[in-house]
């Protein structure tokens, strides 16, 4: 069996076990078609849309990292040997016991990145920049935790059962975990070149053949070219719209009035530097409909849909 250069040696015998037959049908395939078609050859599929309904809750989505939901969709076996499959959607971010203390996000069940090891947006990237941007808050880093391509999309403080506790994960107490369904896993891969990124990614090859193109969900340590975060937002400017809203240690723009913070409304978070831009200002990680109850999910977790820049000039005046 071919294997691509980029996949490290810590799961090469993980995918030659596992997986031999099937790559072995696909290079079988692979070459079928270059016979056929000279010049044409196998590579990863890049744009594929989500076999997740995307609709009702997260269990639909592609954050329900079990890669199972109740009928239908993908099968969560092919991801089986490099990751654990908790059988739980919630226990990837959330637990009942056990939380992470450090951060004020809610019964939080995961590491949080060093905020020091991220390069944040400045005037080097905006002649324009007029507000202060400090190392990400609380409401980025939840999110970051798997986006920033380091750590492992199953690192959890707190494994389903008993006896399942650590305050620092690592691959040794994460093998500990016996999965229901089966195999291993003895690898734990993140959002980055050579582990997600070996098979989800424009350059993957044949191990790619089926899957989605994931390179715009690693955002990685590097956030100079991203919006903003840890940005200050101010009460005040001729190039910002006030918020209309309060809500906890949130700002946010009050769409009907009720003086409730809901899914769908953008809002900025004070989390001891003033109220400043946050992943989660944007986006809302369980979904969020595009019209109603049951309707389905605006695409990547936004809150408001970007139709006609809807999103940014909820904010900005432009």
């Given at each position: 069996m071919h294997t691509p250069a980029h996949l490290p040696h810590k799961y090469l015998a993980v995918t030659a076990r596992q997986t031999w037959p099937a790559l072995r049908l696909l290079n079988f395939i692979c070459l079928a078609v270059?016979?056929?078609?000279?010049?044409?050859?196998?590579?990863?599929?890049?744009?594929?849309?989500?076999?997740?309904?995307?609709?009702?809750?997260?269990?639909?989505?592609?954050?329900?990292?079990?890669q199972r939901q109740a009928s239908g969709g993908?099968?969560?076996?092919?991801?089986?040997?490099?990751?654990?499959?908790?059988?739980?959607?919630?226990v990837y971010c959330h637990t009942p016991h056990g939380a992470n203390p450090t951060i004020g996000a809610p019964l939080w069940n995961r590491t949080l990145p060093n905020t020091s090891t991220f390069t944040t947006y400045s005037a080097l990237n905006s002649s324009t920049l007029t507000q202060t941007v400090t190392a990400p808050g609380a409401n980025s880093l939840v999110c970051l935790s798997c986006h920033d391509g380091a750590t492992a999309v199953d690192a959890t403080l707190n494994m389903p059962g008993p006896g399942s506790y650590s305050p620092a994960p690592n691959a040794a107490f994460l093998n500990t975990w016996s999965n229901p369904s089966g195999l291993g896993p003895f690898v734990h891969l993140s959002?980055?070149?050579?582990?997600?990124?070996?098979?989800?990614?424009?350059?993957?090859?044949?191990?790619?053949?089926?899957?989605?193109?994931f390179t715009v969900a690693v955002i990685g340590k590097d956030l100079t070219d991203d919006h903003p975060v840890g940005i200050g937002f101010p009460a005040s400017s001729p190039d910002f719209v006030p918020t209309t809203g309060n809500w906890n240690n949130a700002n946010f723009f009050d769409l009907n009035g009720n003086g409730r913070m809901e899914k769908n409304e953008i809002r900025v978070y004070d989390t001891g530097e003033g109220y400043e831009?946050?992943?989660?200002?944007c986006h809302d990680p369980h979904g969020v409909p595009s019209a109603g109850a049951g309707s389905p999910f605006i695409p990547t977790f936004m809150r408001v849909a970007n139709n006609g820049s809807n999103l940014c000039i909820t904010c900005h005046i432009k």
């Open positions: 270059a016979l056929s078609f000279p010049g044409e050859y196998c590579i990863a599929d890049v744009d594929l849309p989500t076999k997740f309904s995307n609709n009702t809750s997260i269990s639909n989505t592609r954050h329900n990292l079990t993908p099968s969560g076996v092919n991801m089986d040997p490099y990751r654990n499959d908790y059988g739980q959607i919630c959002l980055k070149q050579g582990e997600c990124l070996a098979c989800h990614a424009p350059d993957a090859g044949v191990v790619g053949t089926g899957a989605a193109d831009v946050e992943c989660t200002t």
